[in-house]
């Protein structure tokens, strides 16, 4: 996990913490709510969220925590148009901080005398694009509330943003400040030494990874989850002395049950009792995206590394690298780029907006971020050349690509890594800027653990580009329209190792009217597994166009997955569905059960009978179940990693994805796919989804069919029954066409093919469909040359002319050719015939 986020919010000191009601200055104790434990950390004795009432001008309250508003004299409502910090806040979307003198000279505030040393904050909740409200925050310190406590506080309004919702005039969830503090991950616990006992909530359980029936209550449980090398430091905290009152501060590693190794973060204090003893230890312990960062070098290389360490991408090392300068620095600009063909390709700028940069970068901006030669940049290429550190006073005249990055001064740094450069950070200041002795130290150590960092991180993007591209080479670019219903699908990897997997899915149109759905799971997540995915879609496809049958597609997949030799299995499930008729055939092996939504809104898993997965043994069977669907209906098929987790049992992850699909709205199945999916933050195994919507074919075809004995005039009997068809449906029109298209497909199958020959007959609008399906599965062959001379080959060239489309299907057990005519348009009687006379006839 990156160490990045934490370098500019911190900790909030417990030394400093809100003081509770009565302003006595104690600390956040057993009786404060667990899950506010952390807000009063960051010295708020109380929290007030504020939103824009629909039916006024007002900011009204809809949420406190802490002590009761009234003992600060906070009110209910306020005018979003007054001079209050509040209003201020909301309208400017600033935050206003108010010492207790400040506040006393504000015009229009809080709170009244005698609360005479009361600081007050005030943060706006705001999403881009839009104004949700404003939170309040009350602390009794003396001197206002601290840089680290703001930018806690300022996160902390940010999380409130997310929790609150978007359209105008809609009501905000219930409790929405202790959903933000859940949101942001910070748990807090109270430890009593002399019994071990510790009151830990629920955060800081899922943060150490022990779910809440396998905790005991005792500090013990909690240090079995950290890393050996860590326990005695934890153990100095946790088991202080008298010479340890105070505050400390402390990282350290757990390890999850998922395998995953976690930083966190703690800060507590320790508070004494009778006789000096450490009666109560009380702290904060957060994820290191909030860690709180030492103020000396050491520290800062220390943060550094450990940050560096987790960073997985280019863009999480120059965020570290950024957040770990320009802070620490007071710098105003930093900037990173990697080095490539000549040529630098910056990865991150901050600030990132474009009229903070020179304005000879803009007319390069590309999609993102700008690039430039390094022939343009003489001063840069050097630092480059000599690998070494390059700091420019004030007034430095530098090129014009340069000017304006850094007037006050100009640091340069390349980034080695392997014995050569393979990026450059550039740190500007506007105003004049003395380079101290220790700043050159802390850039050189910076530049050194960086380029090892960026190297790292290139390596890993590349082969995280090589996985996407694997992956997506081994799934469908695109879905097949279809045309009684509406698929959708999503594929999502594992957020673990190489990011590619065996979760495969298909659709694959099997004829106008007929469709199958495939969707499987190869074991493991792995290029192997990967391979196999693309092999298996590959086969399945090739024998479900061939016309096999659902259990003999999934037949045939499972006795070649285990002709291969390999040790993994694969789940599968299968269907075919009749898009006239709404008939779908299942064939599950070993998958979880599809997922069906009726149109009033209730969902059921469907009963689907089960077999061995593939590759498991080569004489399985694969029985089929049959399902109606009717128009409306949405039928979904998952892969297990949907729907399962170590932290999330099979029955409940399937009740969660039928309580989407209950509540979500069919006539946007995109939408409900992404329902479905949701934010699975870091998924252990890579998830497949595959959605249909049953809308029913608009027009139903007619049909009719005829078994072909093979008997001298058989092709009589054939062109009879087609006629006879033909009338009964009323499109006469085609007749000729149709009895020629008849007479020469039926003909090449008795002559050419041995076995049984069958015709059938669609109607579907205005076409009609011939099919003669035989036993061979060769097609006919057209000829490649007739001339006078030739006996035969003149039939299916006309079969060809005639018809508006042509071809042959392969079939189980033979093939199929099919020819389409179009019906010609019966032109009306002319006003005033006489029926069954034209023109001509009349005398």
């Known amino acids: 996990m990156p160490h990045h986020g934490g370098a500019r919010t911190g900790l909030p000191r417990p030394e400093t913490a809100g003081t509770g009601c009565a302003g006595t200055g104690s600390p956040p104790g057993p009786d404060t709510p667990e899950d506010l434990r952390a807000l ?13 009432d629909a039916g006024s001008d007002d900011l009204r309250s809809v949420d406190t925590a802490g002590c009761a508003p009234a003992e600060y004299g906070l009110p209910e409502r306020l005018p979003r148009s007054g001079g209050s910090p509040a209003a201020r806040a909301f309208r400017t979307a600033h935050p206003v901080w108010l010492t207790p003198t400040a506040l006393a000279a504000c015009p229009e505030a809080w709170p009244a005398p005698p609360r005479a040393r009361t600081s007050l904050g005030a943060l706006p909740v705001a999403v881009e694009g839009g104004r949700l409200g404003c939170l309040v925050v009350v602390s009794s310190g003396e001197h206002g509330f601290e840089a680290e406590q703001r930018r806690f506080l300022e996160r902390y309004a940010d999380a409130i943003a997310a929790v609150l919702p978007v359209a105008a005039g809609e009501e905000p969830p219930s409790a929405p400040l202790r959903s933000a503090l859940r949101r942001m991950r910070v748990g807090s616990f109270v430890l009593v030494p002399e019994t071990g006992v510790i009151d830990a909530d629920e955060t800081l359980r899922e943060l150490v990874g022990i779910r809440p029936e396998d905790f005991d209550g005792k500090a013990d449980s909690l240090l079995a989850h950290a890393l050996p090398e860590d326990l005695h430091a934890l153990m100095s905290v946790l088991e202080p002395s008298p ?59 220390q943060w550094l590394t450990a940050a560096l360490d987790q960073a997985t991408t280019v863009r999480d090392v120059s965020h570290v690298v950024i957040t770990a300068l320009r802070e620490p620095l007071d710098a105003d600009r930093v900037a990173l780029a990697e080095l490539h063909d000549e040529r630098l390709q910056v990865t991150l700028l901050d600030p990132p907006q474009a009229a903070a940069w020179p304005r000879t970068w803009r007319p390069q901006w590309r999609a993102e971020w700008p690039d430039a030669p390094l022939s343009a940049l003489p001063t840069l290429r050097t630092a480059l050349r000599d690998g070494r550190i390059d700091l420019w006073p004030t007034g430095t005249a530098l090129e014009p690509g340069l000017d304006g990055v850094g007037p006050g001064g100009l640091a340069v740094l390349p980034l080695p890594a392997k014995g050569r450069a393979v990026g450059l950070c550039l740190i500007g200041w506007d105003r004049p800027h003395a380079f101290a002795p220790e700043e050159r130290s802390l850039l050189t150590a910076t530049a050194s653990l960086a380029g090892q960092a960026l190297t790292r991180a290139h390596a890993h993007d590349a082969e995280q580009e090589l996985a996407t591209m694997l992956q997506r080479s081994l799934l469908p670019r695109r879905l097949p329209e279809l045309p009684g219903g509406t698929a959708v699908a999503r594929y999502l990897p594992a957020r673990r190792g190489l990011q590619v997997g065996g979760d495969w899915y298909d659709v694959i149109a099997l004829s106008e009217d007929r469709v199958a759905l495939v969707i499987g799971d190869v074991q493991g997540h792995s290029a192997a597994a990967a391979t196999i995915m693309g092999q298996m879609r590959t086969a399945v496809r090739a024998y479900a166009v061939e016309g096999h049958p659902p259990d003999v597609v999934v037949s045939h997949a499972n006795r070649l997955l ?163 068809t033909l009338r009964r449906w009323k499109v006469e029109e085609a007749t000729d066409a149709v009895l020629l298209v008849v007479s020469e497909l039926v003909t090449n199958a008795l002559v050419h093919t041995q076995g049984p020959v069958r015709l059938e007959l669609t109607l579907r609008g205005a076409r009609v469909r011939v099919c003669v399906s035989d036993s061979s599965p060769r097609a006919p062959a057209k000829p490649v040359i007739v001339d006078w001379e030739s006996t035969g080959g003149r039939g299916l060239l006309l079969v060809e002319a005639v018809s508006e489309s042509f071809g042959t299907m392969p079939m189980a057990g033979g093939k199929q050719v099919c020819s389409e005519i179009a019906v010609p348009r019966r032109e009306p009687a002319p006003v005033g015939a006489e029926p069954g006379t034209e023109d001509g006839d009349r005398p």
């Not at 590693?253 to 006789?275: D, Q």
């Not at 939504?597 to 089960?610: F, I, K, L």
């Not at 409306?632 to 987790?645: F, P, Y």
């Open 562 to 724: 285990v002709g291969m030799e390999t040790d993994l299995f694969a789940t599968c499930c299968y269907a075919e569905l009749d898009l006239d008729e709404g008939d779908i055939l299942f064939v599950r092996a070993g998958h979880v059960a599809p997922l069906l939504r009726r149109p009033d809104g209730s969902t059921e898993e469907v009963e689907v009978e089960g077999a061995l997965p593939l590759g498991i043994s080569m004489e399985a069977d694969f029985p089929m179940t049959a399902v109606a669907l009717t128009p409306g209906m949405l039928l979904a098929l998952v892969t297990d990693g949907l729907v399962e987790a170590a932290d999330l049992p099979l029955d409940e992850g399937m009740r969660r994805a039928r309580a989407i699909l209950a509540a979500a709205d069919p006539s946007d199945p995109g939408r409900v796919a992404d329902a479905l999916l949701g934010d699975h933050g870091r998924r252990e195994d890579d998830v497949a989804l595959l959605l249909l919507r049953y809308d029913g074919m608009k027009t139903r075809p007619i049909r009719s069919g005829w078994v072909v004995w093979r008997l001298p005039d058989a092709v009589m009997h054939a062109r009879r029954f087609t006629s006879r």
């Open 40 to 52: 009063t950390f960051a010295g708020a004795a109380l929290a007030v969220l504020y939103v824009p």
């Open 243 to 301: 010479q340890t009152f105070g505050r400390r501060e402390l990282d350290f590693r757990v390890r999850c049950p998922t395998g995953e190794m976690r930083w966190l973060s703690l800060t507590c204090r320790v508070t004494a009792g009778n006789g000096d003893r450490p009666e109560q230890v009380l702290g904060v312990v957060t994820a290191t995206s909030v860690l709180h960062r030492g103020s000396d070098d050491v520290s800062r290389i």
